[in-house]
């Protein structure tokens, strides 16, 4: 099950992805601006929450989210949007191809971390069967839901201060571990506060379970805001690194625990906390005293400067998670363990225009050449095309699969995949897209359009959930997502155009 769903639909990507990505190198293929020269000419954007205009762009502002919280289902292969290594004046070509071997290098690693990530959704089903998978899901749900958003924009300020280059990195990694800290705190606050107010009430007896998984926040915000560090300074062996050892930590204890001992649901949940710990004490090494020594910027500066991406998180992540909060709120524990052991199964559809997001965002910041029309129809169209034949692919083989894999005891959630491959495919597009106006510095631009598509989706579910059941939920978010394809391709096209009429 890892394996082929990894290898055989994004096989054909991968291929294709990199010809998508000689292709937008052709458009970047003279010098970018140097990175420090890049992120001096943006605002930190912390004056107000309007949509910066075209001479007040952020830096980092594509570098979205990583991905990589330990055991929450969340994977995001296109969160390394700075590529600070810029070629010198006369290295275009060895610029461009060094551009496509990091794209393929970042592909390798955002499947070896999918495989980890489907590894783990096979340990949880076979050792807690479908009943204890829905369990599962719903101790862990307001971890996913809050991960990111409690971040802040944490993630993109400490990313830009590293690209900058004019920070001492040791300094900077103490301000990213404080700041995990302190974003982390305020998040397991609010992650308590919702298992004690917003569970259903035959799912309040998890109650215990979800305050102990909210202790992993803390842990998870270190690792991810210093992983900001190494990927804003171009440090792309540490970061690879310590992603792979954070994506790693919780299978590799569910593994070494179902070999010695029954795995429960009450120790899987020790161990996701437990994960948690082990990738913040990776970030930590060669930090010399990390907690007394001097650092800067200091926490409350960031946080100052975070807003706007903050703002923006705060849209995108409920609408990516809205389905999973519909799951627990409406459908019983063993429906909800179908669904949620479906959703690491479709991750593999999603890497390939998720990592293109790398250089959707340098185009979008470049100020002296960015993407035509064309360019635009090109990626588009050729993301659109990988990820229907992806999807077809994986969508034939994916029902015996998860019969050989799960066991048969999981049959019923074939359906289930069937319906979220496509929902997998358009988000993998969405977040390139997304990196792109991220890129034009305008993060809050896609703020309503996310709303409005998290509204679709409730309407969808409320209209179909009484007839069709669980699946409607699945139904719903595909819909959703296709309103948010159309609307974020729209403002991307029109970023194109009004950046074209700018100049000239």
Known sequence: MARNPTNAAPTTQLNAGSAI????TQQTGERVKEQSALVGSLKACDDDLRPESEDERPACSGAETDGLSVGSESFDAGAMELDPARPGDGEATKGATGRIGSFIQTVGFAFGIVALQMGQGILLARLLGPEGRG?????VLYVQLLLYIGLFGGLEVICRYAAEGKSDILRLRRSAMWLGITTGVITTVFVIGCNLVALPTEKRFLMPLGLLCALSMIGQHIMLIMTAVDRGSGNYAAYNIRRLVAAAAFPGLLLVAALVTKVTLTLACILFVVASLISAMTCM???S???????????????????PYGVSMLATEVFERLDLLLAMWLIPLVAQGFYAAMVPVVYPLTVIPNTLGIFLFNAGADERKGLTTRDVHRILGGSIAI???STIAFMLMIGPLVRLVYGEEFAPAVEFALWLAPVSAIRGILQGLDSYVKGRGRPLAVVRCRIVAAVVMLVVTAMLVQSEGAIAIAKAALVSQIVCLIWLSAIVYRAVSQSKNSSG
């Not at 369990?135 to 101790?139: D, E, I, L, S």
């Open 387 to 389: 990820q229907t034949v």
């Open 289 to 307: 005293n990390p907690f007394r020594g001097e650092r800067n910027p200091r926490v409350r500066r960031l946080l100052s400067e975070s807003r």
């Open 135 to 139: 369990q599962y899901a719903t101790t």
């Open 21 to 24: 990505a000689s292709g937008l």
């Open 285 to 287: 090494v060669g930090v």
